[in-house]
């Protein structure tokens, strides 16, 4: 595993420790907007984010505008199951800003939920730990052994800082894992364990549903944490769609270290036409695409779709690189090609 590295996590990923993806998600999400009522009681959907309505309208006379979002709520149960995907729906109706938010607060409810309910999840108690025995099998593990092979924890922060992980989901499946495998294999504390988590470039391009707490910002919550209707609100607000521009000097530093990588890996991703363009260079030194490798993960990818997507890859540096997919979920890739990216 020498030079540079880049792993490109998509939603197929979480689905190996029990998130929900496409059509999951879509029927999660559906529950929570379904709202009915027997006058001011509700019966149906999320009352956490019901009470987030009311007090964002609990100044708007007659109750009118929480009976818009209540209409908005039951549109989008309606009409999602014609859609790709909650991201694709909240983006074919970009300017309505009532379904934009309905769908992000109903995003973080579901995916906090799905955290809750994941292998990576433990009741809280003295000590508490993830149990690895619950993910042998998964690309978590497999990543695991990957990226710490040969490795005593005094050399972790060199290695780490080569690589990067721009994760597509809007979970922290892989930071919240990261920090206990860290405790666990190398006998740490959370801080020196968070210490060297930190040393990866870790980026998500449409933002995630809250930081987890140790890294001690402000919109923090704990893994499968469930939020009252305040904090539910405020975690929205870091989900973004595909039509609303990330910062700058991310979408900057994801392209620098995809042109710059020496491999790169993509796992579980949907390769969709808008999360490509954001990793493409925007510039290409051509003196370094020999030698460059990319592998990716393709189960539930037709034959076609796969040559289709081969040439895709290539596109992004030319014909020089080697591309090698393989139509398997993601812990069998990281074991088909485990001489071609370790130490």
Known sequence: MDGSYVFVIGAGASKEVNLPIGEELKTDICKLLN???????????????????????????????????????????????????????????????????????????????????????????????????????????????????????????????????????????????????????????????????????????????????????????????????????ELSKQIRTFTESIDSAQDASIKRNIAEADKVVFLGFAFNRKNMELLTPTSIDRSQIFGKQYFASTLGISQSGVALLQQQIKALFGVHLEFRPHTAKCSEVLKEFWLNLSY
């Open 35 to 233: 709202f009915t009522f027997e006058g001011y009681e509700h019966k149906t959907g999320d009352s956490v984010i019901v009470d987030s309505l009311r007090k964002l309208t609990q100044h708007e006379p007659n109750n009118k505008r929480l009976e818009q979002y209540v209409d908005n709520g039951r549109h989008i149960c309606r009409a999602l199951p014609q859609a790709l995907s909650i991201d694709n729906f909240i983006d074919q109706h970009r300017g309505n800003a009532d379904i934009e938010l309905l769908g992000k607060l109903a995003i973080t409810k579901a995916i906090l939920l799905a955290e809750s309910k994941s292998k990576l999840a433990y009741k809280k108690k003295l000590n508490s730990i993830i149990d690895f025995r619950e993910l042998e099998g998964t690309w978590y593990t497999s990543f695991f052994k990957l990226i710490t092979e040969n490795c005593v924890i005094d050399d972790l922060k060199k290695r780490f800082k080569k690589i990067t992980l721009v994760i597509f989901n809007y979970d922290r499946c892989i930071e919240h894992y990261l920090l206990h495998a860290l405790r666990n294999f190398y006998d740490i504390d959370e801080k020196s364990a968070a210490e060297i988590v930190g040393y990866l470039n870790i980026f998500h391009p449409y933002g995630k549903v809250g930081d987890l707490p140790w890294k001690n910002t402000s919109n923090a919550i704990g893994f499968g944490e469930l939020p009252d209707s305040a904090e539910l609100m």
